[in-house]
């Protein structure tokens, strides 16, 4: 988020670092995020921190935000719809249909646009296939590391 300064997060850092010195799992999220929110000297240094709360709101709300606009916001089940697939040529509703997503995120737009013809071009799309790709390919990279790794061990 743009509101991360370097005192906030140094902040957030040493409230994470003292709670991670008492949990049995300190590399486990939830673990972690339960000592914070359960003791109240955790808590206390949140609200007196300037600007944090905000942040911390910010960050779960981007990523609520980002989640809920990843699925047709009239559709809360997710997904691609029956009438969104019918505004596809009937060539390429298979392949729409495999991809069964309501938007895919274009990075040129910083948004995710509904996977339709009229709003979506051929550019954009391909965009949103190479985004997805990239992503995907980091994760096998390192998966194939990791891999490796346990074949050296």
């Given at each position: 988020m743009s509101d991360r300064s370097p005192f906030l997060t140094a902040r957030l850092h040493e409230i994470?670092?003292?709670?991670?010195?008492?949990?049995?799992?300190?590399?486990?999220?939830?673990?972690?995020?339960?000592?914070?929110?359960?003791?109240?000297?955790?808590?206390?240094?949140?609200?007196?921190?300037?600007?944090?709360?905000?942040?911390?709101?910010?960050?779960g709300l981007s990523a609520e935000i980002r989640r809920y606009l990843k699925h047709n916001a009239e559709d809360d089940a997710g997904g691609l719809t029956p009438d969104q697939l019918e505004l596809w040529p009937a060539r390429l509703r298979a392949a729409v249909k495999d991809i069964g997503m309501a938007r895919v995120f274009v990075p040129s737009r910083n948004e995710f646009v509904l996977l339709a013809p009229d709003s979506i071009n051929a550019a954009?799309?391909?965009?949103?296939?190479?985004?997805?790709?990239?992503?995907?390919?980091d994760c096998i990279r390192r998966g194939q590391q990791l891999i490796q790794l346990a074949r050296r061990m």
């Open positions: 994470i670092k003292a709670a991670r010195a008492v949990t049995a799992k300190p590399n486990s999220p939830p673990h972690v995020m339960s000592i914070i929110l359960g003791r109240p000297s955790h808590l206390k240094k949140l609200a007196q921190t300037r600007g944090l709360r905000m942040y911390l709101v910010g960050v954009e799309t391909r965009e949103a296939g190479d985004y997805l790709i990239a992503k995907g390919e």
